[in-house]
């Protein structure tokens, strides 16, 4: 069984104000910041799990090198994913 919930103006609201914050660190070009914020949202896509790895590549580059992943290329496509889902 689905579950729909409704907004109210508070959850309204802080959607606005997480896109706006999320434009504002992309137009400063704050990436990480970017990254940051894309990689609290909570589908399943495939480009959320992109922006989710980034992160942690980010946060965590020695585990990553010890599993044998290069945290910078990880990154890299974390942001260029980024960069086409939102025309940046």
């Given amino acids: ?3 729909y ?4 103006a508070a959850s ?6 997480v896109k ?8 400063g070009g704050d990436r990480i910041g970017a990254l940051r914020i894309a990689a609290r949202f909570f589908d399943r896509s495939v480009d959320t799990r992109t922006f989710k790895r980034g992160m942690d590549a980010y946060n965590n580059p020695d585990l990553y090198r ?3 992943k290069d945290p910078e290329q990880l990154m890299a496509v974390a ?3 980024l960069a086409k889902k939102f025309s940046l």
């Fill in 5 to 8: 919930e409704r907004l109210d």
């Fill in 66 to 68: 010890q599993l044998e």
């Fill in 12 to 17: 309204l609201e802080g959607a606005v104000a």
């Fill in 20 to 27: 706006s914050s999320f434009s504002r660190n992309c137009a």
């Fill in 1 to 3: 069984m689905m579950r």
């Fill in 79 to 81: 942001f260029e994913s």
